[in-house]
Nanobody, 122 residues
Framework: QVQLVESGGGLVQTGGSLRLSCAAS????????LGWFRQAPGKEREFVAA????????YYTDSVKGRFTISRDNAKNTVYLQMNSLKPEDTAVYYC???????????????WGQGTQVIVSS
């Protein structure tokens, strides 16, 4: 199986930046899609961004386009989420997940990390 561990969360002021990391281990996932989801208090889990491990094609939800950038380092088996121009609405627990096929549906992702908290203060 695949194990995913997120890191990089924290407290930041509006307009600030954070870089989240997701380190993967276990089985190879060269054909997998690596995605970031987030869940704010009282809200449903929301797709944020994803990247094809092979090829590097990226996908973003409209609310983060132009502010967030997803990338990966094949040698380190790590995916990153660079978050700039952060807003209070970005406050949530962020999760890294892996899917065998391109999708934004949480139920289609087979593996999940434990999450990392991001708090953006006003």
């Amino acid at each position: 199986q695949v194990q995913l561990v997120e890191s990089g969360g924290g407290l930041v002021q509006t307009g600030g930046s954070l870089r989240l990391s997701c380190a993967a281990s276990g089985r190879t996932f060269s054909t997998y899609v690596l995605g970031w989801f987030r869940q704010a208090p009282g809200k449903e889990r929301e797709f944020v961004a994803a990247i094809n491990w092979s090829g590097g094609s990226t996908y973003y939800t409209d609310s983060v386009k132009g502010r967030f950038t997803i990338s990966r380092d094949n040698a380190k088996n790590t995916v990153y989420l660079q978050m700039n121009s952060l807003k209070p609405e970005d406050t949530a627990v962020y999760y890294c997940a892996a899917s065998p096929e391109p999708t934004i549906k949480p139920a289609s992702y087979d593996y999940w990390g434990q999450g990392t908290q991001v708090i953006v203060s006003s």
